[in-house]
C-alpha cells in the first residue's frame, strides 16, 4: 500500500503538468517559452508523464517488467590470411547494446505514464469500494479532473488570447453582425467574421463606413465559425457575396445546411478552403476568376455540377476532393489549366463526358475509381461535415449495405448516398 500512495503522490505532481502542458499544447499556438530549445508545453507534458510513470521506469531498468534491460555482450575477431587476428574489444557489442537500450528506454518511458494511470485507476477504485484512504482517494479523483478542467481553461484563455492578440494586430473592429478591418491601402474592406447568433439567409454588405468590401478572410478560423454547440445550430442556408468582392479565403467549413452560394461578377480568387464542406449542389464560377485554392470546395458531398469559367489558369491540391456526388464538369473546349495535385480525388460518380474534358483540359491524375464492398454487420456511418450540436451526426447502416472505396481516406470507405447521406465507415467493417 506504501507504494501505491507514494505512486498516488507522483500523480497529484505528475498529472497535472501533464494535462495543463497538453492541453495548452493543443491550442492553435504554443507559450513562447522554452527550455533547452523545447517549447514550456512540449517541456510539461515530458516531465509529467515521466514523473507520472516514474515508478514504473526506475521498475522496468531494474529488471520490474520480468527481465532487466540487458543484452548479451560479443567480440568480433577478424582473421587474417596469414593467420593473425584482431579483436574490436567488444566495442560493436557495446555500440549496438547502447542503442538498444535507448530504445527499450524511450518504450518504457511512453508506457510508464500509461501503466501508472491504470494502477492508480484500480488502487482509487479498491480504496474507495472498501472505504479506506479517502482522503487519498478523493485527492486522486479532484486532481484527474481538476487537471482536466485547469487544461481546458487554460486552453482556452490561450486561444481568447491569441485570437484577440491578432485582431488588435489587424485592427478589427465590429459593426452588427461582421468584424472587419480596413486593408492597408484604405481602399476598402476585408470581413473576417459572422457575429450572429442566427442563420438562415445571408447578405454580406457591400460596403462598410463608407468603404467598399473587397475581401472575406475568415481568420477565426472561418468566416462562420462555431465557437459552441449553441452557435452550430446557425443553420446558415444561403448567401449572397456583393460584387465588390475579389477575393474569398476560409469562408465556410462544414456547413451542410449552406445550399446556395451567390458568387460576385467581380471575383478574381477562391482561396483555400473557401466553400469547404458547404451543402451546396451547382456552383458556376463567374467569368474572371483565376485561381481556385487548395481544399476550396474539398468534402461537397452534395455538389453534382461545376462550370468553369475562360478565365481559370490554376486549380489547387484537393480543390475538389471528396465532391462524391459530383458528375457534370464544364469547361470551355480548348482550355487549359494548371493542376496542382489529387484535384478530383475521390470524386466517383463523375460522367465520361466530364471525366474526357477535365484531362483535355490538362488533368493527369485519376479520379479514384470505385471498388465495391459491402459492409459485414450492422455498422455506423460517420457524416463528418453535418453537424447537430457541435457533433458529427452518425446513421446506422444495416448489413450488406453498398461501400465505395475512397482512396483519399486511408481508414474510411465513402458510402455514397446510402438512405441520403455521404459519410464514411471504418475498414473493419467491411467485406473485402
Known sequence: MNKSIMASVLFWIGW???????????????????FFRISLNTFLVALGW???GLPKIIAAFRGGFGAALTFSDYEVVTTYSDGSKHSDGGTESATMNMGFNAIAGLVIIAIGGLLALINIAIFTFKCFAEKRLMPVVM???????????????????????????????????????????????????TLTE???AKGGDILIPAEIDGLPVTRIEGTSPTFF??????????????????DTVTYINNFTKDYLDLKEITLPKNLKIIDKSAFRGSGVTSIVIPEGVTDIGDYAFASCVYLTSLTLPKSLERIGTYAFEDCASLTDVII????????????????????SDSKNAVKNSGYKE?????????????????????????RARKNDVPKGASVINSGSRSLAFALILYDGAVGWVYKADLNK
Not at 17 to 30: R, V
Not at 225 to 242: A, G, W
Open 332 to 351: 470551355p473546349s480548348g482550355r487549359r489549366i494548371t493542376y496542382d495535385k489529387n484535384v478530383f480525388a475521390s470524386c466517383i460518380s463523375l460522367s
Open 225 to 242: 465559425y462555431e465557437r459552441s454547440p449553441q452557435s452550430s445550430k446557425l443553420h446558415v442556408t444561403s448567401v449572397v457575396i456583393p
Open 16 to 34: 497535472p503538468m501533464f494535462a495543463i502542458g497538453f492541453m495548452n499544447q493543443m491550442a492553435f499556438h504554443d507559450i513562447k517559452v522554452t
Open 139 to 189: 485527492v486522486n479523483i479532484i486532481i484527474f479532473a481538476g487537471g482536466l478542467v485547469v487544461g481546458g481553461i487554460i486552453q482556452n484563455v490561450d486561444n481568447a488570447k491569441h485570437f484577440a492578440t491578432r485582431d488588435a494586430k489587424l485592427g478589427v473592429q465590429k459593426v452588427k453582425n461582421f468584424k472587419y478591418y480596413v486593408n492597408e491601402a484604405k481602399d476598402g474592406v
Open 50 to 52: 515521466c514523473i507520472l
Open 366 to 390: 485519376d479520379f479514384s475509381a470505385a471498388v465495391s464492398a459491402t459492409t459485414k454487420s450492422k455498422t455506423t456511418l460517420f457524416r463528418k461535415n453535418d453537424t447537430e450540436g457541435g
Open 194 to 196: 459572422y457575429t450572429a
